[in-house]
């Protein structure tokens, strides 16, 4: 568990803006043993300005006692060109909430007259780096663009951070956007190689875990009828287009909840067993690019593929689903 003695981790949480993004945002804003410092946005699942959007839309429906920083960062990958997911989380990234009204026929999010902070992800980042040094922890929920922008620019300033929690990669199950490659690496194999090269420490939080928790639709619903709160309504809306891709593509009706597990195994790394290898992104792959590959061979060569990736290959789901609970459904009662 966390050392809670030495107070809240204090962490950056880089995200692409998505439905499992907001998920895990709204669990971390919730979470007494993680200070939430800033949120750095990045193309993935979204655009960047809408995932950014989409981050003080989560804002203003948690209502945080303290608004973290949103900062704007990188709006296409390193090297390939740019790849969203709107056909999975929605033409806004967000289940497309503009559907949605309430018993007033009044738009139930409406468009919010907001804007993230003139500061630069990459800035925001290579800050908090300076300031916490060891004791700062980003987790990353989207494609590491940003985080490699920041090492590129500012190695030695990157070196401080105490470890790097990222949503990402697929060792031993097959990939999600392709048959090698889950989706954050996939949209920037380059920029995880980079990271995955850089010497931070890495804990992976890939499909091997992701796909072992499962979220069931009727959970959700279930949870709304009992608790009708602002909060589980917007987790009703927003899931329900990504849901709905799973139960006619992935075979269930519900959705992985890949983020908010990587939020859950930064707040309680006894959540996961990992196991420590060498880990490479294939970045020029005809039929594998964006694969996580790790050396697991009885006999491999350590000096030349020296560790550098926790890889979580198995999770204690039913204290993950606790602390999902516990965190995610802070009840702010619908007004009105
Ligand atoms: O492969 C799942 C990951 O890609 C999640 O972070 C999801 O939000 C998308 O970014
Ligand atoms: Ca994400």
């Known amino acids: 568990m966390t050392d809670m003695s030495n107070g809240p981790i204090p962490i950056i949480l880089d995200t692409d803006g998505g439905v499992d993004d907001a998920m895990a945002i709204i669990m971390a804003l919730n979470a007494p043993q993680v200070d939430l410092k800033a949120i750095t946005v990045v193309a993935g699942n979204i655009d960047v300005d809408q995932a950014a959007y989409n981050v003080l839309r989560v804002l203003s429906i948690a209502q945080p006692k303290s608004v973290p920083l949103v900062a704007t960062g990188c709006e296409r990958p390193l090297v390939r060109p740019p790849f969203n997911a709107a056909g999975i989380h929605g033409v806004d990234g967000l289940g497309e909430l503009h559907r949605f009204e309430d018993a007033a026929g009044m738009a139930r999010y409406p468009i ?37 922008t920041a090492i590129q620019r500012d190695a030695e300033t990157m070196q401080r951070v105490g470890r790097i929690v990222t949503m990402g990669g697929a060792v031993t199950v097959p990939g999600n956007i392709s048959a090698a490659a889950e989706f954050n690496f996939f949209v920037d194999p380059d920029a995880a190689q980079v990271v995955m090269e850089s010497g931070i420490p890495v804990v992976l939080v890939g499909l091997d875990v992701a796909m072992k928790a499962p979220l069931p639709r009727h959970r959700v619903e279930d949870h709304l009828q009992r608790y009708p709160t602002q909060v589980a309504q917007f987790i009703a809306d927003c899931t329900e287009i990504y849901m709905a891709f799973y139960r006619d593509n992935e075979g269930f009706y519900g959705c992985y909840v890949h983020d908010p597990l990587a939020v859950g195994i930064l707040i309680d790394p006894s959540l996961a067993t ?63």
């Open 274 to 336: 990992t196991e420590r290898v060498h880990l490479m992104v294939e970045t020029a792959g005809r039929f594998t690019t964006g694969m996580s590959l790790a050396d697991r061979r009885d006999r491999r060569d350590e000096a030349s593929n020296p560790p550098n990736v926790d890889v979580c290959l198995d999770v204690d789901t039913e204290r993950f689903w606790q602390m999902f609970d516990e965190l995610l459904w802070q009840a702010i009662a619908i007004s009105g």
């Open 112 to 148: 919010l007259n907001l804007k993230p902070s003139e500061s630069d992800a990459i800035d925001v980042l290579l800050e908090a780096a300076r300031t916490y040094g060891q004791h700062l922890t980003i987790i990353t929920l989207g494609p590491l663009t940003n985080i490699a």
